[in-house]
Every structure is written in C-alpha cells, then in structure tokens.
C-alpha cells in the first residue's frame, strides 16, 4: 500500500487516507469525507469546496483488498442458509440479519478460527436461540484499513470445509404440540391446574397449533393413553408435565418409558429444571416438564425447546452441556432471553 499526492479530478476510484474536515461555523466540525472512503465522481465538487484540490490517496498492491471490498467477501463466505446482510458497507462493517424465523446456530469452532487470524473480526449473539424475522444476529469486519488477500482467502478457506458455514437459521420444521396435564390432585379437582397457562403461550409463541389439554391422574396406563391419542392427532411434540420427581406417586417418567422411545433422557444440568425429560419416537418428541415450570418464568424447558421446534435431535452430550450456564441468575425482573441463562 502507497500514500501518493492526486490531484481530485485524477481520484476517483482511489482511496482516501485520511479524513477531510468540513466546518460550517457555529453548525458544524467533522469528518465530511472518512479515510478508507473511496472516491466517486460526484465527491469532486465537494472535495473542491472543502478546499481540497490535491489530496493523499492510497494505492493499493496486487495482493491487497480495502476493508469494504474483504467485509462482502467475508459475508459471502460466513453467511448460510437463511442469513441475509445489507449490500451497503459502512466503515468496512457488515451486519447480518435473519432472513426468517428460526433457531440460530453458529460454528463456534469456525467462528473461532476465523477470529484467531488476528486481524478479522467476527461476532455473533448466541448460538441456539430463536431469533425473528430480519433481527440482527452477528456483525464483520477486518480490523486495517487494508489487508492481504491471502487473509480473506483463509477465512473462505475456513468456510468451505464446513457444510452449512458460520451463520444459518433453521426454521421451524413442526406444526402442531400436544399437551398433557398429570397428577391426581388436578385430574379429581382437588386444586386448579397452573401447568396449562404457563405452557400453552410458550408453545404458541413459535406458531404451534396446539392441542389440548388432556388431563391425567397419577397412572402410567392412563398417561401413556393420552399421550397416543395426542400422537394419533397427529402431534409432533407433545409436553407432559407433573410427576417427574422421586416421589411413588410421581409416574409420568415411567409412563413415557414405557412408550420405547429411541433416546431417553431423564435428569438436566439446569436450575431451575433437573428433573427434565427428553424423549425421542421417530420424528416426534416428548418432554417431560418438571413442577418448577409452574412458578419458575424460565426454566430447562426454553432453552430446549426452541431446538426442538426446529427440527434438532438431543443427544446426553447436548444435555450435559447445558450445565455450563444453566443456572438461572433469579433476577428480579426476568429478561430471558436477553440474558447469560444456559448460553455457554
């Protein structure tokens, strides 16, 4: 890279190397022009008008790329299925949106080589959180003004041995939760049930038809039962909740087991939520909701379940992994999801 004298008229196309200062007395004093702009046609007149009929440029080598030019190829090569960003660079800085609804994931492995190159940055929200339509989800730049080509080339290097690259949104891949409502004390009328207000919102919040409530007292024949039937209306989740403790009377983990689900996942590194269930049949889940997504606003449940309705299969590791940042901070006013709560 060269810094040369140009007169403007011989500038266009060029690159500028440091500000150019407009001041309008009492109104106004700044950058009218900002270094790393590069120089159009219709700039000249106002360049003249600051004054500036010469100016420092910069020339770049061969084997360089100004920031704009190494920010779109670095979005190009970061950005997967359902990730969008604006064609507008600013400051050598692209921003990344959410071309639909869905769960977000990250490469943390790529995204993490790429930031190891010492002069690229990448950053992203959190990885497997349900984000909206054209929310903001991660941000690029290179850190000079210049920068190799071979440096670029590396992180297009990086993207391409991973089959979805860095950024993707899956979107939601089920339609339609069931719900069903255990313990005696509510099935006989004993006390009011609380599980369904809680759930229902939450499962509605992704777009789910949902069907029920069916209510069950404490009998393994009688939750399996309603669970098939939820099953044969042609629910692709189902939640089940209550009776998920060590107490004898507490059988809905045992109902669900004898329903011979491929994967069975009793217990989760969360608080509030260690006595989660995770079940898989075929292409439908079960989860089992412990007591404490009654009075708890955030629990085991949202963290999974936003992976769930796109599409994911848990396995224990995913579950494990939960404990780090799995315990709730019990804030006085709950901002979930903008929050640290299980996004290790």
């Not at 800085?93 to 690229?120: H, P, R, T």
């Amino acid at each position: 890279m060269k810094a040369k004298v140009v007169p403007v008229e011989e500038a266009v196309g060029m690159v500028l190397a440091h500000d150019q200062t407009e001041i309008v007395p009492g109104q106004f004093k700044g950058a009218r022009f900002k270094k790393g702009h590069i120089i159009r046609e219709e700039d000249i007149p106002k360049l003249k008008d600051l004054g500036k009929y010469h100016i420092y440029v910069l020339e770049l080598e061969k084997d360089e790329l100004h920031e704009d030019d190494a920010a779109i190829r670095i979005a190009q090569a970061v950005a997967g299925e359902g990730v969008k960003w604006s064609s507008e660079v600013r400051e050598g800085k692209i921003n990344f949106q959410a071309s639909y609804e869905g769960l977000l994931k990250i490469d943390k492995e790529g995204l993490f080589e790429i930031n190891m190159l010492g002069e690229v940055s990448l950053t992203t929200k959190h990885g497997n959180i349900w984000v909206k339509s054209n929310e903001f989800i991660a941000g690029t730049r290179v850190i000079p003004l210049v920068v190799k080509k071979s440096l670029i080339e590396e992180v297009e290097r990086i993207c391409a041995q991973r089959p979805h690259k860095i950024l993707r949104i899956i979107p939601r891949t089920i339609n339609k939760a069931g719900l069903v409502i255990t313990g005696s004390e509510v099935f006989y009328g004993r006390i009011e049930d609380a599980f369904a207000p809680r759930m229902i919102p939450k499962l509605e919040a992704f777009g789910l038809e949902v069907e029920g409530p069916l209510f069950a007292p404490d009998d393994r024949d009688f939750i399996k039962e309603n669970v098939k039937k939820l099953l044969d209306k042609g629910c692709e989740l189902i939640l089940v909740t209550g009776g998920m403790s060590v107490d004898p009377d507490d059988v809905t983990k045992v109902a669900i087991r004898e329903l011979n689900p491929e994967i069975y996942l009793y217990g989760a590194p969360v608080l509030p939520g260690n006595m989660f269930l995770y079940a898989s049949l075929g292409d439908r889940t079960i989860l089992g909701v412990p007591a404490c997504a009654m009075y708890f606003k955030v629990t085991v449940l949202d963290i999974v379940l936003p992976r769930v309705v796109a599409g994911e299969k848990l396995k224990r590791e995913d579950i494990a992994s939960l404990g780090h940042g799995g315990y709730c901070y019990t804030c006085a006013e709950c901002r979930y999801p903008i929050c640290p709560f299980g996004k290790a």
